[in-house]
């Protein structure tokens, strides 16, 4: 079956600091991989896609690279800020099988 | 964009109460789904519907019920809310099966006493 697995937090940083968050995945096929972001009280959001290998997803700064042969999507930002404290979900979508999400991720950043 | 409405951010229920949640999605999204999210047990999956008036089970049903009258409109419905139940209640649509991102809405927090 599919599953995601993502590095246990929380993390924290100190602004400016680089961010790495792990994830890594089981899966039949070629699914598609995804970040989603949640701030404090809020829906999840996308964050980045990528569709199929060797693909990078980037946004706000964030980006991630679909890696079959590690079967990895890390997260990545070479500068945080305080506003990119948050929870970050890894997840992947297999065709006609639903969706897979990692358990979350805490990032705090201080200032 | 897409976007995806539910009812209430906030909403406070006594045990035994009958609860409607609603979901609307305004871009014909076949698939919706209702999932709920505790702290340390991520988000597990209560129900989905791939169309009209269908419905399956996801991980978690026990307790839970829903409707999809219409296709933009996922209903979830706690029959009888327990205290167990208080939780963050997620909706979500994609298009169906294709590889696409799940649009989520903002959430409504549950509280049950």
């Known amino acids: 079956g599919n599953s995601v697995t993502q590095m246990e937090g929380p993390v924290t940083l100190s602004e400016e600091a680089f961010l790495t968050i792990n994830c890594t995945y089981t899966?039949?096929?070629?699914?598609?991989l995804f970040w989603y972001v949640q701030y404090p009280g809020e829906g999840l959001q996308l964050l980045l896609k990528?569709?199929?290998?060797?693909d990078k997803g980037s946004n706000k700064g964030f980006e991630a690279t679909y890696r079959k042969e590690t079967t990895s999507f890390h997260l990545e930002k070479g500068s945080v800020q305080v506003s990119d404290s948050a929870v970050y979900f890894c997840?992947?979508?297999?065709?006609?099988?639903?969706?897979?999400f990692g358990p979350g991720t805490r990032l705090s950043v201080l200032p | 964009d897409v976007k995806v409405t539910q009812s209430s951010r906030y909403l406070v229920k006594r045990t035994g109460e009958k609860v409607f949640l609603e979901c609307v999605q305004d871009?014909?999204?076949?698939?919706m789904f209702w999932y709920r999210q505790d702290p340390g047990l991520g988000l597990r999956l209560i129900y989905f519907?791939?169309?009209?008036?269908?419905?399956e089970k996801g991980d978690i049903p026990e307790g839970y019920s829903v409707s999809r009258e219409k296709k933009e409109r996922f209903s979830l419905i706690l029959e009888s809310a327990s205290t167990n139940q208080t939780s963050m209640y997620l909706c979500?649509?994609?298009?169906?099966?294709?590889?696409?991102?799940?649009?989520f809405g903002p959430g409504t927090r549950l509280t049950v006493l």
């Open positions: 979500a649509s994609k298009i169906g099966n294709s590889y696409n991102e799940q649009f």
């Open positions: 899966a039949t096929g070629y699914p598609s």
């Open positions: 990528a569709t199929k290998a060797d």
């Open positions: 997840a992947l979508s297999n065709y006609g099988q639903n969706f897979v």
């Open positions: 871009m014909d999204h076949e698939n």
């Open positions: 519907s791939y169309d009209v008036k269908m419905k």
